[in-house]
């Protein structure tokens, strides 16, 4: 009779699992080599967390990794539940503020991860449009949800090929290309941390990314390597587009598994954005935000710009500021497609100018989007 690995880890897991029904449990040592009974801080998520990562190690059949990574979905369940009914409702009194305004309850979360528990389930097996990106000088992108969640498992797992770990600090420095809402879906899948940089900050201003921010990773356009030249520091570098020496082509993240497996729980309480301010009139103060300030915070600005599930939407906004992540993100994939114009200069084409009107205004009229917002800086 063949051995059934994964059900021997999955019952395993539930059942040290289901014995920590309190934050801190009280486990006698053995009364037998005469030591004292004591106390020992036993936390939920730390079985599932070791026992996946042992079995990583080990080089345990697939199988057994899926299994005990099932564990992490029985709380994240509950969470995705009061996410989903807090969006219902929003959704429901949509014409109706007085009541949404007067009986609309923030969800009360423990474990959720919105790319994993909300964003992949709703887009398995969907082929509906999850991004689209007009380039006023070159060709459309579309994208549907279902590629989408396979694309940013293949960038986690890349990511995580590369070192990047649960907390790790990324700076993010890219315009409007695919590779950004990637990036995003796969570092809420892994637990990192994203430093949103704007494409026109100083050598000066990453520095200060990395002294402050803790970065220990970098991904970047070619027009912008350059920049970081003179940071001589110890952090994985990783490039989107063509190829540049010294730096990991991102390109080869396509070549990773479609599957990714989280190693543990994510807490809502988790970090997943570290925000530097613009610093106008002292030096930029740091603004963390975490899997549920942000994920679930910006149920608001869905109900404020109006999107519906069958909606096309227009954000004018480029990455590096929050206004990209509140309109081009979180919001539109809670119900529809984000509509993204990027520009780019004929001579270097990874590097974004700035939005012009006029050249977008055919655009809109050719595909007309529900509504339009953006960001106080263009």
């Known amino acids: 009779m063949r051995f059934n690995w994964s059900c021997a880890i999955f019952r395993l897991a539930v059942i040290l699992e289901e014995s920590l029904d309190h934050p801190q449990a009280e486990r006698p040592s053995p009364d037998s080599a005469g030591l004292p009974r004591c106390r020992v801080a036993l936390c939920r998520g730390t079985i599932t967390a070791f026992i996946l990562s042992r079995l990583r190690q080990l080089d345990f059949p697939r199988c057994c990794l899926m299994a005990a990574g099932q564990i992490s979905g029985v709380h994240q369940r509950e969470g995705l539940k009061a996410f989903l009914a807090a969006r219902e409702f929003l959704l429901t009194h949509r014409e ?74 990324m700076i993010v420095q890219l315009p409007n290309v695919v590779a950004i809402w990637e990036i995003m879906l796969a570092a809420l899948k892994l637990g990192a941390i994203v430093i949103p940089a704007a494409t026109l900050l100083t050598v000066g201003d990453l520095r200060d990314r990395f002294d ?44 990773q598994n479609r599957d990714f497996i989280p190693d543990g729980e994510t807490n809502a309480t988790d970090p997943f954005m570290l925000y530097f301010t613009s610093g106008t009139t002292a030096l930029p103060k740091l603004v963390l935000h975490t899997h549920q300030s942000y994920p679930v915070g910006h149920l608001a600005t869905m109900y404020w710009i109006g999107i519906r599930p069958t909606d096309l939407h ?18 539109p994939g809670m119900q529809a497609p984000p509509f ?28 007309p989007p529900f509504g339009v917002s953006s960001s106080s800086r263009i």
Not at 96 to 111: C, G, H, N, S, V
Not at 216 to 227: A, M, Q, Y
């Open 96 to 169: 109706d503020y007085e009541t949404a305004y007067r009986d609309f309850r923030w969800p009360q979360l423990d474990k959720f991860n919105w790319a994993l528990d909300y964003f992949d389930t709703f887009a398995r097996d969907n082929d509906k449009a999850a991004l689209w990106i007009v380039d006023e000088n070159g060709p459309e992108v579309k994208l549907s949800f279902a590629e989408m969640s396979r694309r940013s498992n293949q960038v986690a797992n890349f990511l995580r090929q590369q070192g990047v770990r649960r907390g790790d600090r």
């Open 212 to 255: 402050r921010g803790k970065a220990r990773h970098v991904i970047t356009i070619p027009g912008l390597t350059e920049k970081f030249a003179t940071l001589a520091r110890d952090y994985t570098r990783i490039v989107v587009g063509p190829a540049e020496e010294g730096w990991t082509p991102y390109s080869q993240a396509y070549e």
């Open 314 to 331: 227009l954000n004018i906004s480029t990455p590096g500021w929050a206004k990209h992540a509140w309109s081009s993100f979180f919001a």
């Open 340 to 367: 993204s114009f990027t520009t780019t200069i004929a001579s270097a084409p990874s590097t974004p100018s700035k939005w012009s009107p006029a050249a977008a205004l055919p655009r809109c009229v050719r595909h």
